[in-house]
C-alpha cells in the first residue's frame, strides 16, 4: 500500500486565556465555494506565459470558517499560483465588512497551482482586469462558509504519501552546486557526467481535518500536503486546471458527497515537486494524492471534549537578500545566459532594504497551523513541526502575500535556480526570522491553554 493512516491520539484541549470558555458542543464549521476560473484569452502563468484557450478542471476560493466561543477563523483555498498583498488586504477588508471575522483570523492559502492566471508582482494590464475582480470573489467564498456556520464535530486524520513527489534538486560531481531535475543540462553527461543524490528529504504527511455535522454528514475538510501542483500538462494544453488540489477536492466529493468543501493549504513545497511535470497522464498521477485524502479521511480519529479556536497574526521587518552580490556564474552555471535573468535581478535590488512580512498562526483544537508568505524550503517546514507543542502542525506557505522563495543555509551554498535574486528575495537570516516567529506564535497559542489550566 502506497499510503499508510497513522494512529493518532487525538485529545480536546481546554479554553483560552482572554476568550469563552468553549464547551465540548459550542464549535461550529462552515463552509462555501466560489468560481474564480478565468476567462480564456487571460495569461497563464509560466516563463512561456500562454494564451488560455479554456478551462479543463475550474479553479475555486473554497472557505472554510470555524468558531468557538467567541473565536472565530477563516481559512481560504484559492487555487491560484500566489496572492499579492494588495489582493489579499482588499479580500480580508472586504470580508470585514460583511461578518464580524477580525484582519488577523483571515489566512488565504494559494495551492501554488502552475495552471492558474499569472499574477504579476504589481498591478498592470497583464490579467488587470480579472485580479480586480479576485478580492470580491475570495470575500464572497469567506461571507457564505460564514453564514453557513454550524454545530460540527472535528476529526483528524493523516495519511503518508511516499510517491509521486521528489527533492527537486540534486548536487552535481562537476563543482559541488545544486541543479534543478527539470534542467535540460541534467541530461548532459559531457556537462554533468555524475549526480551525487538529492541534496535534501521530502515531507510525506498528508494531513486532513474533518469537519461533519451532528448526524455524522461532511461539511467540508482541511487538507495540506506538501508539493508543486504542476502536473497538468500546461505546455500542449493552454488550459486551466486546479491541478492536484482539484483532483483531492474531487476524490472528497465523491466519496462523502457534493456538499463536501476541500479547502487545500500547500506546504513547504520550494524544493518539493512531482517526478514528472506537465504530464498528459497527470489526472492519474494526482489520483495518488486524491486517494491519500479519502483514507486521511476515512481514518480520521475524533477530538474529544472541547475544540478550542486560536490565531494571531504579526507583521515582522525582514532584511532583503543581498542582490547587488550575486555573481552571474550562479546564472551561466544552470545553462542560462545571465542577461536572461537580469530583470527578475533589478527587480530584487529595486525592493526596500527591509521587508514587512505577514506570519500568522492559528489552532482548531490540537491540530495547529504556522504561516510563511514565501515558497519556504521543505526543511524549514520540518523544523517548525519539529519545534511545535502542538501534538499536529502544518506549515501553509505563500499564505497571505507573496516574497518568493524561501531556500535553507545550504540550498543558498549550493546556489541554483531558487537562490537567484528575483526568484529569492529575503535573505538568510530574514528566512530565519521568520520561521523563528511561527515557532514563537505557535508556542504563545499553546501556553494560552496552560495558563488556563494552571488558574
Given at each position: ?5 497513522s494512529?493518532l491520539?487525538?485529545?480536546?484541549l481546554?479554553?483560552l486565556?482572554?476568550?469563552?470558555e468553549?464547551k ?5 464549521a462552515?463552509f462555501?465555494?466560489v468560481d474564480i476560473?478565468?476567462p ?11 494564451v488560455?484557450t479554456?478551462t ?5 476560493a473554497?472557505a472554510?470558517?470555524v ?5 472565530k477563523?477563516?481559512?481560504?483555498g ?17 470580508a ?9 483570523a ?5 495551492s501554488h497551482?502552475h ?5 504579476p508582482?504589481?498591478g498592470?494590464k ?5 485580479i480586480?475582480?479576485?478580492p ?6 469567506i ?7 454550524q454545530p460540527?464535530r472535528v476529526s483528524?486524520g493523516?495519511s503518508?504519501?511516499y510517491?509521486g ?7 552535481s560531481?562537476a563543482d559541488?552546486?545544486a541543479l534543478n531535475t527539470?534542467?535540460?543540462?541534467l541530461?548532459?553527461l ?5 549526480v551525487l543524490?538529492?541534496?535534501s ?11 461533519d455535522?451532528?448526524d ?14 504542476c502536473l497538468?500538462d500546461?505546455?500542449q ?5 486546479a491541478d492536484f ?10 466519496a462523502?458527497g457534493p456538499?463536501?468543501?476541500t479547502v487545500?493549504?500547500?506546504?513547504a513545497?520550494g524544493n ?6 506537465w504530464?498528459?497522464d497527470w489526472k492519474r ?5 486524491g486517494t491519500?485524502?479519502?483514507?486521511a479521511?476515512?481514518g ?10 486560536d490565531?494571531a ?6 532584511p532583503?537578500?543581498?542582490?547587488e552580490?550575486q555573481?552571474p556564474?550562479?546564472i551561466?552555471?544552470?545553462g ?6 537580469e530583470?527578475a535581478k533589478r527587480?530584487?535590488?529595486?525592493m526596500p532594504?527591509m521587508?514587512?512580512v505577514?506570519?500568522?498562526a492559528a489552532r482548531?483544537g490540537?491540530?495547529?497551523?504556522a ?6 524550503f521543505v526543511e524549514?517546514g520540518?523544523?517548525?513541526k519539529?519545534?511545535s507543542?502542538?501534538p499536529?502542525?502544518?506549515?501553509s506557505e505563500?499564505t ?5 522563495y524561501e ?6 551554498q549550493?546556489?541554483g535556480y531558487?537562490?537567484?535574486?528575483g526568484a ?5 537570516e530574514?528566512?530565519q526570522t ?6 514563537e506564535?505557535?508556542?504563545?497559542l499553546w501556553?494560552k491553554?496552560?495558563q488556563?489550566?494552571?488558574k
Amino acid at each position: 500500500m502506497p499510503h499508510r493512516i497513522s494512529c493518532l491520539l487525538l485529545a480536546g484541549l481546554v479554553s483560552l486565556t482572554g476568550a469563552a470558555e468553549p464547551k465540548s458542543d459550542d464549535f461550529k464549521a462552515g463552509f462555501a465555494q466560489v468560481d474564480i476560473t478565468p476567462p480564456a484569452g487571460a495569461i497563464i502563468t509560466g516563463p512561456s506565459a500562454p494564451v488560455s484557450t479554456g478551462t479543463d478542471v475550474p479553479l475555486m476560493a473554497r472557505a472554510m470558517v470555524v468558531q468557538s466561543g467567541d473565536r472565530k477563523l477563516a481559512i481560504v483555498g484559492v487555487d491560484l499560483v500566489k496572492v499579492r498583498r494588495d489582493v489579499a488586504d482588499q479580500a480580508i477588508a472586504l470580508a470585514m465588512q460583511r461578518t464580524d471575522l477580525t484582519p488577523d483570523a483571515v489566512l488565504l492559502c494559494p495551492s501554488h497551482n502552475h495552471s492558474s492566471p499569472l499574477i504579476p508582482m504589481q498591478g498592470g494590464k497583464v490579467n488587470g482586469e480579472y485580479i480586480d475582480t479576485l478580492p470580491g470573489r475570495i470575500s464572497d467564498a469567506i461571507v457564505r462558509a460564514n453564514q453557513a456556520l454550524q454545530p460540527a464535530r472535528v476529526s483528524i486524520g493523516r495519511s503518508l504519501v511516499y510517491e509521486g513527489h521528489i527533492n527537486r534538486r540534486v548536487i552535481s560531481k562537476a563543482d559541488g552546486l545544486a541543479l534543478n531535475t527539470w534542467l535540460k543540462k541534467l541530461n548532459d553527461l559531457e556537462q554533468v557526467p555524475q549526480v551525487l543524490g538529492s541534496e535534501s528529504v521530502t515531507d510525506p504527511e498528508l494531513w486532513l481535518v474533518r469537519f461533519d455535522a451532528p448526524d455524522g454528514k461532511m461539511l467540508g475538510s482541511l487538507v495540506n500536503f506538501t508539493c508543486h501542483p504542476c502536473l497538468h500538462d500546461r505546455i500542449q494544453i493552454h488550459t486551466w486546471s486546479a491541478d492536484f488540489p482539484g483532483v483531492i477536492a474531487e476524490h472528497i466529493e465523491q466519496a462523502f458527497g457534493p456538499e463536501a468543501v476541500t479547502v487545500f493549504m500547500q506546504g513547504a513545497s520550494g524544493n518539493i515537486q512531482p517526478p514528472v511535470c506537465w504530464a498528459p497522464d497527470w489526472k492519474r498521477r494526482a489520483a495518488v494524492f486524491g486517494t491519500a485524502a479519502v483514507e486521511a479521511a476515512q481514518g480520521a480519529l475524533p477530538v474529544a471534549g472541547p475544540v478550542a479556536v486560536d490565531y494571531a497574526r504579526r507583521e515582522v521587518e525582514v532584511p532583503r537578500c543581498d542582490a547587488e552580490s550575486q555573481r552571474p556564474e550562479a546564472i551561466s552555471r544552470l545553462g542560462w545566459r545571465p542577461e536572461s535573468f537580469e530583470g527578475a535581478k533589478r527587480t530584487a535590488e529595486s525592493m526596500p532594504r527591509m521587508l514587512q512580512v505577514p506570519v500568522s498562526a492559528a489552532r482548531i483544537g490540537p491540530f495547529a497551523i504556522a504561516t510563511n508568505a514565501g515558497e519556504l524550503f521543505v526543511e524549514w517546514g520540518i523544523s517548525i513541526k519539529k519545534q511545535s507543542p502542538f501534538p499536529h502542525t502544518v506549515l501553509s506557505e505563500l499564505t497571505n502575500d507573496w516574497v518568493g522563495y524561501e531556500p535553507t543555509a545550504l540550498a543558498f551554498q549550493h546556489e541554483g535556480y531558487e537562490t537567484l535574486a528575483g526568484a529569492n528575495f529575503v535573505s538568510l537570516e530574514g528566512i530565519q526570522t521568520l520561521v523563528d516567529t511561527a515557532v514563537e506564535m505557535l508556542n504563545e497559542l499553546w501556553s494560552k491553554e496552560n495558563q488556563t489550566t494552571n488558574k
